[in-house]
């Protein structure tokens, strides 16, 4: 269940306490999960279990992955309830670390503008994308954020359009441009009386939403699991029988490729690729009371890996690593 389902068709304060029960049973996961958890937990009005959630990653003894994001998701969450002071802290000690991770520094800015700190969230916006992208030629689709939201920020200040405006007017691909979205003068055409200001105004709305759906789409509904070598040959060597599906490693990767690209060409969104191991393999098998050398439990396992936040995007950005593991980029390497 996605986080950003309506709040009529999912009970959030369920969907966290499931979240929480998924984390205790894969630890490895905990934190993908939890943060998943604290979202429902927002959407609740239960913002202070969402704040508990946070605090808890935040003191656990294994290391975290993104403990900038924890800090920034925080810092939003205590904001929204009254804990001003706090969320200003940890803003300010977010933006003194620099995270190398665009997700913080978007947090952060949009906490800002929510609370009208217009010419501070502007500020944030810029050191962000300056930190970023000062060493790039063609920004990465994780940082388009970045720019879109810095775009918004200027555009509302009334500042003019600079270079880093047009690179994010070139990026965004909505049929409604950035500067249509982003003009301060659309809140008064929702009070007009004028049928057509209403009509363009909705489809403008339709478009925004439409961007931020696809932004929010994960974990992956359709996800390819992809054995790297060593981890194929322990499983082979341990499960022959599982043999039939993999004959060699290179037949598997290019199935992989393969597969996906049959799914693309078939109009599937969101595709994704998890990787497998041994270990985990064995204890889903455990816990789903089925044999590992039953080859249907594979799709079921690849599954569940997406549903536990493990996919990653495919096909890769351009200029992007091959998903295979190799050194070559995905462009001569699988995606040749």
């Known amino acids: 269940m996605r986080p950003d389902t309506p709040a009529e068709n999912v009970d959030h304060t369920a969907e966290a306490a499931r979240l929480e029960r998924t984390a205790g049973l894969y630890p490895e996961d905990a934190e993908t999960l939890l943060l998943r958890a604290a979202a429902h937990l927002e959407l609740s009005g239960d913002r ?24 920034a998701l925080k810092a939003s969450n205590l904001w929204e309830y009254g804990h001003e002071a706090e969320a200003r802290a940890i803003i300010d000690g977010i933006r ?3 995270p190398r991770d665009p997700a913080p520094w978007v947090i952060v800015a949009e906490a800002l503008e929510s609370h009208d700190e217009l010419e501070a969230a502007a500020d944030t916006f810029t ?58 003068k659309r809140v008064w055409s929702l009070g007009s009386d004028n049928p057509a200001e209403l009509e363009a105004e909705i ?25 790297p ?16 599906e993999y004959p060699t490693h290179a037949d598997h990767l290019t199935t992989i490729e393969s597969s996906l690209r049959e799914l693309s060409a078939s109009g599937t969104p969101n ?11 064995e204890a889903f098998a455990a816990s789903e009371g089925t044999p590992p050398t039953d080859a249907t439990l594979l799709p079921q ?32 390497c699988h995606g040749a």
Request: charged share 20%; proline share 9%; with cysteine.
């Open 271 to 281: 595709l994704g690729i998890v990787t497998g191991t041994v270990p985990s393999y």
């Open 229 to 244: 070598a060593p981890e194929l040959t322990e499983l082979l060597s341990t499960y022959p029988t599982l043999s039939t």
């Open 48 to 71: 202070p279990a969402a704040t508990t959630l946070y605090d808890r990653l935040l003191s656990s003894a294994a290391g975290l992955d993104d403990p900038h994001l924890v800090r």
């Open 127 to 184: 050191e962000g994308a300056r930190l970023l992208l000062a060493d790039t030629a063609e920004p990465p689709s994780p940082t388009h954020p970045l720019l879109y939201g810095r775009h918004r920020v200027r555009r509302m200040l009334g500042l003019p359009h600079d270079d880093w405006d047009a690179l994010a007017d070139t990026l965004h691909t909505s049929p409604v441009t950035l500067d249509e979205l982003h003009d301060p």
């Open 301 to 332: 396992y690849a599954t569940t890996l997406a549903a536990r936040g493990r996919a990653v995007a495919w096909p890769p950005e351009r200029g992007a690593g091959c998903w295979c593991g190799s050194t070559r980029a995905y462009d001569t």
């Open 96 to 98: 003194a670390t620099a």
């Open 203 to 227: 489809s403008r709305l339709r478009a925004e939403l439409g961007a931020y759906r696809e932004a929010l789409s994960r974990p992956f509904p359709v996800a390819v699991l992809h054995w």
